[in-house]
């Protein structure tokens, strides 16, 4: 025991000179779209995905991370810190032909990384807007972009209803033709790693993946893993996720090879619950993408670095939502969030297990679907419909339909500490508790700016455009 100390004390020494001397850190912020909670190997021991169990366990599962409930407004929290109906994205998506953006006064966590001496760049799904080139990436933060503008494309032909869409930068391109978007996006990214120094240079790597959105595709090799899968589509569902598996996989060993995790954050996060009608699987949590329930709003997420984290290995309980990634990554570089942003610096708690920054969150507001849900504490309030998929839908092949009709009570409460899987309205027992929430979910739609949902327009049609969604239409 004595003769461990000296050593122990030069340790700590050089831990100090080191952080004394410590750049703002590498950061790589990785998306999944539409991930369930049951669709990871930590939660589900059929899924395939040894990468991510692997940087999840040696990492901090984020057990309690909150997302919107569908993925243009995730995004938007990501990127801006504001809730989405503070920036007009809380109804659904942005639709190809429908001029959503996200709006330029809100400045984007790679404007504010810019100044820092960060290097910005962006590989995969926008949907935040494409219709004028300044709601673009390559003019919303980021030295180069290559990707798509919408939210549901064709894996291999990069088609979304009638028109192409990919670029690199401003440019349409055409990766090889049939090559599987999650190749592509992933030697994108370590092109990107060739291009920065990892020593002198600071990255910023935005990967936002098509992976596991619809439509159903993946080579054969990923989907052969799960032969014992009767459900045709459920085991092409599982096969795109281990394909995404391995894409991570790929991502951090060229990080690693070329001295990037020396000083690398890796966030991982999903933008919504999974969505239980295309095959994908949230239990034991209630609901699906798209709604209100845990299912469509807890997302799966972790983080993992070699070195930058002081407590690893274990399940992380504490309260996150989407909108504290903008505040958490940019202190950590170095920055200021502005005044009045709705996210709040989580560093202590992903860093060290501290107690979360928040007690309360807004699920969404959306007055379009006449919906709500705020958190406070272990309470949750949802008002009116949580959605259309409110069940426990069962791991494939399914015993029941997953669509349902029910009508629910105006306001529900439910004890998320007691209750998490959402099973017991208790409304009526705590009137004086629906009623604290209800004030305070008040208060905050009182800050609600209207939906920016306009109605289609022919103007963006691909036939304007050389058969591209482009932008120049509004
Ligand atoms: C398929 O087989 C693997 C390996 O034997 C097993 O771990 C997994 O649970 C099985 N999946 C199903 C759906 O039975
Ligand atoms: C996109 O921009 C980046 C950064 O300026 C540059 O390295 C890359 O060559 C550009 N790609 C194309 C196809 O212009
Ligand atoms: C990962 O790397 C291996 C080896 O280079 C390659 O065969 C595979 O296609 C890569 N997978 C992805 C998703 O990029
Ligand atoms: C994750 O959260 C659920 C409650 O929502 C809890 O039952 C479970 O124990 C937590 N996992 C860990 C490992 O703490």
């Keep these: 025991m004595e003769s461990t100390r000296p050593l122990l004390v030069i340790a700590v020494l050089m831990n100090l000179v080191l952080l004394g001397a410590a750049k703002p850190p590498h950061i790589i912020f990785i998306v999944a779209d539409d991930l369930g909670w049951n669709d990871v190997g930590w939660n589900n021991d059929q899924m395939f995905t040894p990468n991510l169990d692997k940087m999840a366990s040696r990492g901090v599962i984020l057990n309690s991370s909150y997302v919107q409930p569908v993925c243009t407004p995730s995004r938007n929290c990501y990127m801006t810190g ?69 939210g549901k494309e064709d894996y291999y032909t990069r088609m979304i209803a009638t028109g192409y869409d990919f670029r690199f930068n401003d440019s349409v391109y055409h990766p090889q033709e ?53 459900t045709k589509d459920r085991r092409t569902y599982c096969g795109m996720v281990s394909a995404l598996d391995e894409a991570v996989g790929n991502i951090t060993s060229a990080l690693r090879d070329r001295g990037f995790m020396d000083n690398a954050l ?47 290995g274990y399940t992380n309980n504490e309260m996150i939502h989407a909108v504290d990634w903008f505040p958490t990554l940019l202190k950590l570089a170095g920055g200021e969030p502005d005044a009045g942003i709705d996210g709040v610096n989580q560093w202590p708690t992903i860093s060290s297990g501290a107690p979360s920054a928040r007690s309360e969150f807004v699920y969404n507001i959306d007055e379009i679907f006449k919906n709500a849900g705020i958190r406070i504490g272990q309470y949750k309030l949802i008002e009116g419909s949580p959605g259309r998929y409110n069940n426990w839908t069962p791991l494939p092949p399914q015993t029941a339909p997953d669509w349902s009709n029910a009508s629910f009570p105006e306001h529900q409460l439910f004890d998320l500490e007691a209750d998490p899987t959402e099973h017991h309205d208790i409304a009526n027992d705590h009137p004086d508790v629906v009623s604290k929430l209800l004030d305070r979910l008040n208060f905050h739609k009182a800050t609600m700016v209207p939906a920016n949902f306009p109605p289609a327009n022919p103007a963006s049609y691909p036939t304007n455009f050389g058969g591209n969604w482009s932008p120049g239409w509004c």
Aim: proline residues 8%.
């Design 82 to 150: 504001y809730y989405p109906f503070h920036t007009g994205l809380q109804h659904i998506a942005i639709l190809p032909d429908r001029a959503g953006y996200m709006p330029t006064k809100f400045p984007t966590l790679p404007e504010k990384l810019k100044p820092l001496g960060y290097s910005n760049h962006m590989v995969g799904k926008w949907h935040l807007g494409f219709c004028n080139w300044n709601y673009t990436p390559t003019y919303r933060g980021f030295d180069s972009f290559m990707g798509f503008y919408n």
């Design 178 to 230: 049939g090559e599987y978007s999650t190749n592509v996006i992933t030697n994108r990214a370590i092109e990107i790693m060739d291009s920065v120094d990892p020593v002198n240079d600071q990255l910023y790597l935005y990967l936002p993946f098509q992976s596991v959105h619809v439509p159903l595709q993946v080579p054969e090799r990923f989907e052969n893993i799960y032969s014992n899968i009767t």
């Design 266 to 312: 890796i966030v991982f996060t999903t933008d919504n619950g999974g969505p239980t009608y295309t095959y994908s699987n949230n239990l034991p949590l209630r609901g699906s993408k798209t709604t209100l329930w845990e299912g469509g709003t807890r997302g799966v997420a972790f983080v993992y670095s070699d070195n930058l984290l002081n407590k690893t």
